[in-house]
């Protein structure tokens, strides 16, 4: 990791990840509304299962902020920043279910998952590259097979 740290604007991509979980929301209650059955026609989108585009688009602004605040707070481009970032994503799930244990249980398992992804460079897109050192200390030997059958 670089240790020149850039710091990011929080608003910026609070916003922007905020509209694209909004626009990934309003496809995913079109969907509800097409699947469902009730009498209130395309508007239902909005009215009925409006919420779900509202729910998408703090989460996504959620996690966005947040992963942006802590990294501009602790000046490290890291899992940590994203793990934090899951947390307040998953705990705002919890928090709409309005049961603080699955707001807690949602912090936790999304939290953890989110830093693992991003310690292992899947959001990112970035592949952390081992230098020659921590590459042979990663894996095996190799057997010496000439100096153990001659013993």
Known sequence: MPDD?????????ASMLG?????????YSTLQNALGQH????LGVFTRTGS???????????FAFTEATVANQRQKNDPYNGAAAGC???FLAGIRARSLPIA???????????????KAGA?????????????????KKPL?????SQS
Do not use: H, W, Y
Request: aromatic fraction near 10%.
């Open 104 to 118: 807690l249980g949602g912090c936790a398992f999304l939290g953890t998952t989110v830093g693992i992804f991003d």
């Open 52 to 62: 779900t585009i509202t729910f998408f688009t703090a989460m996504g602004a959620a």
């Open 144 to 148: 010496d097979l000439k100096s153990s």
């Open 88 to 90: 307040a994503a998953g």
């Open 19 to 27: 509209l694209q979980t909004g626009a990934l929301g309003l496809v």
């Open 123 to 139: 959001f990112t897109g970035t592949e952390s590259v081992l230098s020659d050192e921590q590459r042979s200390k990663f894996f």
């Open 5 to 13: 740290f850039e710091p990011k604007s929080a608003i910026k991509n």
């Open 39 to 42: 009498s209130s026609g395309a």
